[in-house]
């Protein structure tokens, strides 16, 4: 596997940009931000008056309908993209090859046949047990002590193989049947939600139709695995740009796996284990009850519905498509390439009616956990783990993933949405099949691509808008939001780290429009049916676009901003960087 960065040309306002190195531009962070600033808490009484007058400069405006933005700036204003860049909503015809490459490994043979199951690209099992592969439960060197003779060890493989094939007609089953080849777990694990999920929460007529169909087909999926995907599968690792292409059904054996929990060296996560670095990809999180909350209880047990309506859904229908996991590396981004850009904002759409996932068609972005994935696998229920639930295929991103960097996305492409949902937190809730009809691309992926970029915590708020933490967020943004194509597809994001992490929600939208400029990219923005977020945003953003305001200038005054912070103990008004720039600039 190829250890550089995937090799973009990047605009030419970043061309001080590279993808195959990491530099520290700290010592640029503060560079031209010395400059006395108007004081904060006289900016706030203005703000009203400045919406007012964002509001009127629009109405008088034309809005055009048929071309796509221009990188000049103008003083037309938009409240709604003119023109939508959306994936094809009918299928990729004719299928393409793809081989593998040494930036992309692909575990299937193409060109894949529509309708029909895409076929392994190895026909004889390869096994690399070694640190830069994922350890697979049917190695051969994959050994466990045996459990009549301790001072013997057996293939670990034979020992799921009979557990697995024991026989289950019981929740109690699957746990005993689990702990056979994780027996050092005994009285560590606890089996309390599988159990509740399985005994309490479903119909006589559900546990028969799982224990008679859905558990046995899921067996015979997970010890699968072998003839599925006879090939070793690369870690995704640190500062390494790689893509990872399989099958559906392929995926579908490694979720199997994971539900059993046989992925070896993945239980012990402590420091100085060898995947500490790594999300848990075993189901045993999942199954297990942590104190005694009855609400996280109720969420943990919708998160098993909606993994065994996955399995029911697939064993009645084996999908025929292709996932693609890739990480995507960018370095190289210095302040000044910031502080020097000249480009204006792209088209905006501020919703608080939609989600995310409403904007068919967009790129989508993931608030994602540096662990990809975040809590999906424990108590953890918020947009990236509800993301991931009624996606189950993301949650496989976990087996190779290694914790991301500050300079690093994870692009996940061609997963299937299968369960919907309702709620949020601690009221998810699993309301039901989806049935998806994204079209696919050529090579036979669904036309969703879904971001993963974690945001920074702060457990001060004031310190995100220190120069070094506000860097660190563009340089992120960008990694997800750059495309060298030509007119890229919109990109669907919202409230990116402003929940637990403690993000003020007006000031990471300023810093998406500003990302969003730099990668000409046009933005469908959902505040989560926050209506005032939704009308103050939407009002800077008419009020920066009648202005003519730049990416550059909105950096500089972020600088200012920052200054006038430094000096403040009391928290801030959360709107007040929004109306400190208005103010700023309407001087």
Same mark, same amino acid.
């Given at each position: 596997m190829s250890?550089?960065?995937?090799e973009i040309k990047?605009?030419?306002?970043?061309?001080?940009?590279?993808?195959?190195?990491t530099?520290?531009?700290?010592?640029?962070?503060?560079? !031209?931000?010395?400059?006395q600033?108007?004081?904060? /808490?006289?900016?706030?009484?203005s703000?009203?008056s400045?919406y007012n007058?964002?509001?009127?400069?629009?109405?008088?405006?034309?809005?055009?309908?048929?071309?796509?933005?221009?990188?000049?700036?103008s003083?037309? #204003?938009?409240?709604?993209?003119?023109?939508m860049?959306?994936?094809?909503n009918t299928?990729?015809?004719p299928?393409?090859?793809?081989?593998?490459n040494?930036?992309?490994k692909?575990?299937?043979?193409t060109?894949?046949v529509?309708?029909?199951l895409?076929?392994?690209s190895?026909?004889?099992?390869?096994?690399?047990?070694d640190?830069d592969?994922?350890r697979m439960?049917?190695?051969?060197s994959?050994?466990y002590?045996?459990?009549?003779?301790?001072?013997?060890?057996?293939?670990r493989?034979s020992?799921?193989?009979?557990?697995?094939?024991a026989?289950?007609?019981?929740s109690?089953?699957?746990?005993e049947?689990i702990l056979?080849?994780n027996?050092?777990?005994?009285?560590?694990?606890?089996?309390?939600i599988?159990h509740?999920?399985?005994?309490?929460?479903?119909?006589?007529?559900?546990?028969n139709?799982?224990?008679? =169909?859905?558990l046995? &087909?899921m #067996?015979q999926?997970?010890?699968?695995?072998?003839?599925?995907l006879?090939?070793?599968i690369?870690?995704?690792?640190?500062?390494? !740009?790689y893509?990872?292409?399989? $099958?559906?059904?392929?995926?579908?054996?490694l979720?199997?796996?994971?539900?059993f929990?046989? &992925?070896?060296?993945?239980?012990a996560?402590g420091?100085?284990?060898e @995947?500490? $670095?790594?999300?848990s990809i075993?189901?045993? +999180?999942?199954?297990?009850?942590v !104190?005694?909350?009855?609400r996280?209880?109720?969420s943990m047990?919708?998160?098993?519905?909606?993994?065994?309506?996955?399995?029911k859904?697939?064993?009645?229908?084996?999908?025929?498509?292709?996932?693609?996991?890739k990480?995507k590396?960018v370095s190289?981004?210095?302040?000044?390439?910031?502080? *020097?850009?000249?480009?204006c904002?792209? *088209?905006?759409h501020?919703?608080?009616?939609?989600?995310?996932?409403? &904007?068919? +068609?967009a790129?989508?972005?993931?608030?994602?956990?540096?662990?990809?994935?975040?809590?999906v696998?424990?108590?953890?229920?918020v947009q990236?783990?509800?993301q @991931?639930?009624?996606?189950?295929?993301?949650?496989?991103?976990?087996?190779f993933?290694?914790?991301?960097? *500050?300079?690093?996305?994870?692009i996940?492409?061609?997963?299937?949405?299968? /369960?919907?949902?309702?709620?949020? !937190?601690?009221?998810?809730?699993f309301d039901?099949d =989806?049935? *998806?009809?994204t079209? @696919?691309?050529?090579?036979g992926?669904?036309y969703?691509?879904?971001? +993963?970029?974690?945001?920074?915590?702060?457990s001060?708020?004031?310190?995100?808008y220190?120069?070094?933490?506000?860097?660190?967020e563009l340089n992120?943004a960008?990694?997800?939001?750059?495309?060298?194509?030509d /007119?890229?597809?919109?990109?669907a994001? +919202?409230?990116w780290?402003?929940g637990?992490?403690?993000?003020?929600?007006?000031?990471?939208?300023?810093?998406q429009?500003?990302v969003?400029?730099e990668?000409?990219?046009?933005?469908n923005?959902?505040?989560f049916?926050? =209506?005032?977020?939704e009308?103050?945003?939407?009002?800077?953003?008419?009020?920066?676009?009648s202005?003519?305001?730049t990416v550059?200038?909105?950096?500089?005054?972020?600088?200012?901003?920052?200054?006038?912070?430094?000096?403040r103990?009391?928290?801030?008004?959360?709107?007040? #960087?929004?109306?400190?720039?208005m103010?700023?600039?309407?001087?």
């Amino acid at each position: 596997m190829s250890g550089k960065s995937e090799e973009i040309k990047p605009t030419a306002q970043l061309s001080q940009a590279t993808f195959d190195s990491t530099q520290d531009n700290s010592s640029e962070f503060f560079e !031209g931000n010395q400059s006395q600033s108007p004081n904060i /808490s006289n900016a706030e009484s203005s703000f009203d008056s400045l919406y007012n007058a964002a509001g009127e400069a629009s109405a008088t405006l034309p809005y055009g309908n048929d071309s796509s933005p221009s990188q000049e700036c103008s003083n037309e #204003v938009k409240t709604s993209i003119r023109k939508m860049r959306l994936f094809p909503n009918t299928n990729a015809s004719p299928r393409r090859h793809k081989p593998s490459n040494s930036r992309h490994k692909m575990f299937v043979k193409t060109p894949t046949v529509p309708g029909e199951l895409p076929k392994p690209s190895s026909e004889t099992y390869i096994d690399c047990w070694d640190g830069d592969h994922v350890r697979m439960p049917c190695s051969p060197s994959n050994i466990y002590p045996d459990e009549h003779f301790k001072s013997k060890t057996c293939k670990r493989w034979s020992l799921i193989e009979s557990s697995l094939t024991a026989g289950m007609i019981s929740s109690y089953d699957i746990e005993e049947a689990i702990l056979h080849y994780n027996s050092r777990y005994k009285g560590k694990w606890n089996f309390a939600i599988l159990h509740q999920t399985i005994n309490e929460e479903m119909t006589q007529t559900e546990r028969n139709e799982l224990f008679n =169909h859905v558990l046995p &087909f899921m #067996v015979q999926l997970a010890l699968s695995l072998p003839s599925l995907l006879p090939d070793a599968i690369p870690l995704l690792r640190k500062q390494q !740009g790689y893509s990872l292409t399989f $099958s559906q059904q392929q995926v579908a054996s490694l979720l199997a796996n994971a539900f059993f929990c046989t &992925f070896p060296r993945r239980n012990a996560t402590g420091q100085g284990t060898e @995947f500490a $670095s790594y999300p848990s990809i075993n189901f045993n +999180g999942l199954f297990c009850q942590v !104190g005694k909350r009855v609400r996280r209880e109720n969420s943990m047990i919708h998160k098993l519905k909606c993994i065994f309506h996955y399995f029911k859904k697939i064993s009645l229908s084996m999908p025929c498509g292709c996932v693609t996991f890739k990480r995507k590396v960018v370095s190289g981004l210095s302040a000044k390439v910031w502080s *020097d850009s000249t480009r204006c904002l792209t *088209d905006c759409h501020f919703t608080s009616e939609k989600l995310i996932e409403d &904007f068919h +068609g967009a790129v989508q972005a993931d608030f994602a956990n540096c662990m990809i994935g975040g809590g999906v696998l424990r108590m953890g229920c918020v947009q990236e783990e509800i993301q @991931f639930l009624t996606h189950p295929e993301l949650l496989i991103s976990r087996l190779f993933t290694q914790q991301l960097d *500050d300079n690093e996305v994870l692009i996940m492409k061609g997963a299937e949405k299968y /369960s919907n949902y309702k709620g949020y !937190g601690d009221s998810f809730e699993f309301d039901g099949d =989806h049935t *998806d009809i994204t079209a @696919f691309d050529d090579i036979g992926r669904r036309y969703r691509h879904i971001i +993963g970029m974690d945001a920074s915590y702060y457990s001060n708020t004031l310190t995100q808008y220190q120069m070094n933490h506000v860097i660190r967020e563009l340089n992120k943004a960008y990694s997800g939001f750059y495309s060298n194509k030509d /007119s890229p597809i919109d990109i669907a994001t +919202g409230n990116w780290g402003c929940g637990a992490f403690n993000g003020n929600h007006y000031f990471k939208g300023v810093l998406q429009l500003m990302v969003a400029a730099e990668c000409d990219r046009q933005l469908n923005y959902s505040v989560f049916g926050d =209506h005032n977020v939704e009308q103050k945003l939407t009002s800077f953003y008419q009020f920066c676009k009648s202005h003519n305001v730049t990416v550059g200038t909105l950096w500089k005054q972020i600088a200012e901003y920052q200054n006038q912070t430094d000096s403040r103990t009391k928290k801030e008004n959360p709107h007040s #960087v929004l109306s400190f720039i208005m103010k700023n600039l309407n001087t």
